[in-house]
């Protein structure tokens, strides 16, 4: 009868035990990672209208490297939200050799998605690249050192800053007078208005083309040549953006308290988006990395004059 007791006392003292054992077992057993969770794009600042002209622009982007790659990368992501249709380079569109395996490995392959979608791109020559350029078929130049085309209300001029002869001069006077668009926008390489420590100011320059854009209704001008981003306080009631930071950097470089900085990125590469929608224009410029850098928009300088807010 004892033995009898003492079987049934161990089996009931197992029965119990196990629940709390299998409890314990699962409370040591290492949890699982959670899953990385992949944050999601910023949202764009840009009004994406359907009937506005949306343009990228780039500078001193033809490396051939991994950082040219990375931008380009996400310039497709940023895309995917804002369908621009055209691209407006600044310059430096080829470093170093420019043989044809260049062109497609600084210039084909990385823009791959966006030439395949029939995204133009309109080149400007930089101090790094051969004039001959002009007669690259995908840059967009038929063959000219500088020169305009027209996209709805917005007219643009190409230029070349390292050779500004009195016949490119004499050109950019004529076609700036004879042009109607609401919207006239030069770009080129050198800037003529700089807060980098390196180039800074291209003052020659200055003095030939800025009296042109005052007299015939510039709002804004795009250029390249400084490896990074900088908008600059409008000067004389022009807005100045440098964007040449699509594949070079130079870190460090926008001047300290610089007084016509009104936001500079010279941290990593970055590209700028911009949208023209009637008589506002709004940019936006992104980092390698995807994030934003700089947005803002502003009117046309005409419509500034009579309400003194520029």
């Known amino acids: 009868m004892s033995r009898l007791l003492l079987t049934a006392i161990l089996t009931l003292f197992v029965v119990c035990a196990t629940p709390s054992s299998r409890v314990d077992a699962r409370a040591q057993a290492p949890r699982a990672a959670a899953p990385q969770v992949q944050a999601a794009a910023p949202r764009s600042t840009l009004p994406n209208d359907s009937d506005s002209v949306k343009f990228l622009v780039i500078g001193d982007s033809g490396t051939g490297d991994r950082y040219q790659y990375d931008v380009a990368a996400k310039i497709v992501e940023a895309r995917a939200q804002f369908p621009f249709e055209f691209a407006i380079m600044l310059g430096d569109n080829l ?9 497609i490995n600084k210039f084909e392959k990385p823009y791959k998605t966006l030439l395949d979608d029939g995204v133009k791109f309109y080149a400007s020559l930089g101090n790094h690249d051969d004039p001959s350029q002009r007669f690259y078929q995908k840059f967009n130049m038929d063959g000219k050192r500088y020169y305009n085309f027209r996209k709805k209300d917005v007219e643009f001029f190409a230029l070349d800053s390292t050779y500004m002869a009195p016949p490119q ?34 003052l020659d320059l200055q003095r030939v083309v800025e009296p042109l854009f005052l007299e015939n209704g510039v709002d804004v001008v795009f250029s390249g040549h400084e490896h990074f981003y900088e908008r600059l306080k409008p000067q004389k009631g022009i807005v100045y953006m440098i964007q040449g930071g699509a594949a070079k950097l130079r870190r460090g470089n926008i001047r300290d308290n610089s007084a016509m ?10 590209f700028t988006l911009v949208e023209i929608v009637g008589d506002h224009l709004f940019f936006e410029t992104i980092s390698r990395l995807g994030q934003p850098v700089d947005s803002g928009e502003f009117p046309r300088r005409e419509l500034n004059d009579s309400t003194g807010t520029r």
């Not at 004499?170 to 208005?193: G, Q, V």
Request: proline share 6%; hydrophobic share 25%; charged share 30%.
């Open 95 to 103: 470093y170093g050799s420019e043989r044809p395996i260049d062109y």
């Open 261 to 270: 900085t009104a936001k500079g990125f010279d941290t990593d590469r970055s």
């Open 169 to 202: 001069i004499n050109w950019l006077r004529d076609e700036l007078k004879r042009s109607d668009a609401k919207w006239k926008i030069p770009y080129f390489h050198h800037p003529i208005y700089s807060s980098g420590q390196r180039h800074g100011s291209e």
